[in-house]
């Protein structure tokens, strides 16, 4: 038998990794995976809702920095430039339609051209551009759109990023290139004679960026602030309920050590009131009745004689299963001559139910068998035991093979592998039937020791045991 084989057409199924689950049963939480996780998710959320946030306070702060050029314009629009308009403007005469330009111009360079604005426009209803600071465009006509037509007919103020791809915004894409973004800002003012024109200014956009800069600031400083303020409120909370799931584990796995050491202990009274008490009452009375035999024969009643014969073999039959009972139940063996000797019981035991053991085991004297604790010794005989009662009982296995070994710098290696019917391994360990214990119990005794547990079985495949336990 090698450490790779296994049933034919059945694959390993993990029965227990090391933890305290069995099958059916939610994994434990470990307490640096249960920290981690925690953090990872505290901080995934706060990197989302500070994405989220931040974004959010960035297009605030565009539009807002936009609704502020607006206003910008709308107030020189109301105190610098309609002050300066005049009905000249429209005059027909080029000559006077000129002065009025100069004068115009000398307002618009001095009051309202900056660094910043870089364009003006005047605009009539029929698309004419009455003055520019560029005096190239004064007379050009070109069709208003949709937005600026609504604009005069439905007086207010916009503002919109310029398309400097349109024909009368040529000279700016010649200044500052067709890449370049601007901001276009326009609404209705009169002259004197209550003409409606469209006012239209041109602003670097930079000025809008380094606004929404400043404001963004501000928004997502609050932003980042009140997420550490609430991450730093809920740690406490977070520790608490962190500590109260690490101590709800711990106390399972000590109340399950607690019920695997109240088991052992109540083996051990039962096979010792066994031993002690029916077992000697049914040994005396095994020498009672033969002891009448004898005595039945000697007396020539050969029948009677007979009779209490047959009840003197029935008597040591049943002293014989009570004494295969109480391996099974608590074996001497284990604590007295070790794992081995223990091992050798139970094949003993169901060789007596007509099932043949092959053992493959090392020396009593191993050197890696002399230092092995208490506890892996106990677990290895428990998986032992419940595999073989399977193997007799339930498998109708005609054999059954037992390896066991103990490399010097290795865990203990047990298998046990059977002829018998098999089950089918993944939907038992998905969904153990009810009132099976078994599985349950190799399970959480395997993590309960941080042990690995595997099974091979299928229909027809006979069973594969393989227990892996630290050392």
């Avoid at 910008?72 to 105190?79: N, Q």
């Amino acid at each position: 038998m090698t450490d790779t084989a296994e049933a034919p057409g059945a694959r390993w199924l993990t029965v227990s990794d090391g933890t305290a689950a069995g099958p059916g049963a939610d994994p434990p939480l470990r307490w640096g995976r249960l920290v981690g996780g925690v953090a990872l998710v505290a901080v995934l959320v706060f990197a989302a809702v500070a994405v989220a946030g931040v974004v959010t306070a960035r297009r605030a702060a565009e539009r807002e920095a936009v609704n502020d050029a607006a206003t910008i314009t709308d107030v020189l629009a109301g105190a610098v430039l309609q002050p300066a308009l005049t009905d000249d403007l429209l005059s027909a005469d080029p000559v006077t339609a000129a002065a009025a330009r100069t004068a115009l111009g000398t307002v618009v360079r001095q009051r309202l051209l900056s660094r910043t604005l870089i364009r003006v426009k005047l605009w009539s209803a029929d698309g004419r551009i009455v003055y520019s600071d560029e005096p190239a465009l004064a007379g050009a006509v070109f069709p208003l759109d949709d937005e600026e037509r609504d604009a005069l007919a439905h007086p207010t103020t916009r503002a919109e990023v310029s398309d400097l791809g349109r024909p009368e915004n040529r000279f700016e894409r010649t200044r500052f290139g067709s890449d370049a973004k601007l901001l276009e800002v326009y609404r209705p003012v009169w002259t004197p004679g209550g003409t409606e024109l469209l006012f239209e200014t041109y602003s670097r956009y930079d000025a809008v960026t380094a606004r929404t800069t400043q404001l963004w600031r501000g928004f997502g400083g609050i932003t980042l602030t009140s997420l550490l303020l609430l991450l730093v409120a809920q740690a406490p909370l977070t520790w608490a309920l962190i500590a109260r799931v690490r101590s709800a584990q711990a106390g399972r796995e000590a109340w399950l050590q607690r019920a695997v050491t109240a088991q052992e202990e109540e083996r051990r009274r039962i096979a010792a009131t066994l031993h002690d008490g029916t077992v000697q009452e049914l040994a005396a009375t095994g020498f009672l009745v033969a002891g009448s035999a004898e005595q039945a024969r000697a007396g020539g009643d050969d029948g009677l004689a007979h009779r209490l014969d047959l009840a003197a073999g029935a008597v040591r039959s049943s002293i014989g299963g009570l004494r295969s009972l109480l391996v099974d139940i608590y074996p001497p063996s284990l604590r007295s001559a070790g794992l081995v000797a223990a091992l050798r019981d139970l094949a003993a035991a169901v060789a007596g139910r007509d099932v043949q053991a092959r053992l493959d085991l090392p020396e009593a004297d191993a050197p890696g068998l002399t230092g092995l604790a208490p506890d892996v010794e106990a677990l290895a005989f428990r998986v032992a035991q419940e595999a073989l009662r399977n193997a007799a009982r339930h498998a109708g296995a005609g054999t059954v093979d037992v390896r066991l070994a103990v490399p010097d710098d290795g865990p203990l290696v047990l298998e046990i592998a059977d002829d018998g019917v098999g089950f089918d391994a993944a939907a038992t360990l998905a969904e153990p039937p009810a009132g099976h214990f078994g599985l349950r119990l190799m399970a959480d005794l395997a993590g309960a020791a941080g042990a690995t547990l595997k099974v091979a079985s299928a229909p027809g495949a006979g069973t594969r045991w393989r227990l892996e336990v630290p050392r």
